[in-house]
């Protein structure tokens, strides 16, 4: 496919290298609300293992906690799995995504199977038990069997199906598998109701020939593999009365993030959103690692953000046509249209941001005042990628400029895409969009785009993790990480409601932070403490209430 040239001009970058922190999270519309936000469907997926149309606009959430004796694996293909969950008037559907180099045929032990599992308790607990009561679900699913019948999953009405990836599904196979399966909602318990909430567990297993060497989980980071005994480590999920792709959410923030590719705190809170269309473009790519990424965005009063975390195995830097390009790009209409065209009106935003480009692009970007920063990256300890495996773009763009009103609920057009040039003859090889699966005229008018909407606020501080009923004193934990470069997290403890203030100082006694100061109700607290405009050095943090004074030291290295 050979797309035409889109006119762009310049605004200001921000170049810096660095690691970049990947950490997930999935974040409900709600403060407070941090779980996987599962959309509704009006076109029930036949289970058959393909990508139908009825999936096309669902949201991928990547698994990205592993559990391995020795590490990570080396990179994508070797191992790592994508789910997508949506869900109708009686049952929830599934669709997971496998990327296996080696698919297991041999093993006789059932858990020890390349293969998936699905966790599920509807009565929304988070506890320490010795094994799963028959009220629970924990269903596998396996290349080398028809079922698993894991607490009876076969009686709970669970259709499965399972297909090798091939070129002809559209993600360039052969290089994994597909499992998709639905259950009747009434079968696990949990009411087939908008503002339905329930514990849940993603899991995918790998095995290559000499026993399962891998773990992947969605929101289990503990290290332990105990989600089989009990739900203490599970996530959270809701179904949404959200139809299938209806909007992305952006919500407001009160901590502005620092533009300056690095993944501050704040971004942890933000809805996540990955490529709905893959492949978009010239060929499918080989690969989640040869061409993929995630985005979170947020808003205030000022500015939308956006955070663009790109997986891609080669960066381009021979292209001289900045279409062809590695990068990425935004498209927002304040209109909230989606009317065919031949050019994109001056009121459509249309913005480009490339690694190999010392500026930004985009239709009247330098008036809009944006700005944006770039970091080369890789991904390690809980996650999968190879140094030099990607980049990082973050950026903000002035909200009056883009005509959307800075008020909750506010709703315009709203398109997503990366594009790949792997320095080949044919330049830009890989296009994928958030919403756009049919062609690539994004760039002539909103006809495919999708609909974005700004939310309510996100939670910036104090989730509550732990039951009241279980904490017996005063805590004061130690930071983590530890040193710190420049976002931490601070978890302390109360056993009954009182006023607490939780300070920072440094070394000479100034207080240079204050992270909490009003009454909290007894239970465990965790803050997120940003020293970006901090030097470093050895810092001290207190924790005071009516009778209790705790201190602890911690270290910023920058």
Known sequence: MRLSKVLLFVICLVVVVSSVNAKVKHVGKAANDTMWVIPKTSVAPVIDGKIDAAWNTVDYQWCPYFNYANGAPLDWSGFSVWAKLMWDAKNIYGLY??????????????????????????????????????????????????????NKATGKGCKYYWLKDTASINHGGPSGYFVEFSFPLDSLGVPAVAGSKFSLEVQANDNDGAGRIGICKWWNK???????????????????DDPVGVNYTFLKTSTAPVIDGTMDKIWDQANQLTDASRGNGTYYPATGQDCGYRFYGLYDDKYIYGYYQVMDDVVDSTSATDWQMDGVEIFIDAANTHLTGASLPADKIHMAWRPAQTLAVGNTANAKGSSYAKRAWKMKDDTVMTDGSGYAIEFKIPIDSTGVPATVGSKFSLQLQLNDNDNTAENRIHIEKWWNFTNDDDWQCTLHWGDGILGGAVPTTGVNEQSSSMITGYALNQNYPNPFNPTTEISYSIPKSEKVKLTI????????????????AAGSYTVNFSAANLSSGVYFYKLETGSTVLSKKMMLIK
């Open 97 to 150: 995504y496998v990327m296996d180099d080696y698919i297991d045929s041999v093993s006789t032990v059932d858990w020890q199977m390349d293969g998936v599992e699905f966790y599920v308790d509807p009565a929304f607990t988070h506890a320490v038990t010795a094994s799963l009561p028959a009220s629970m679900l924990h269903a596998s699913f396996r290349p080398a069997q028809k079922i698993d019948s894991v």
């Open 222 to 240: 503990s290290g332990s593999d105990d989600d089989w005994q009990g739900t203490q480590h599970w996530g959270s999920a809701i179904l949404s």
């Open 505 to 520: 100082f440094n070394l000479l006694g100034k207080q240079v932070a204050e992270l909490v100061n009003g009454t909290k």
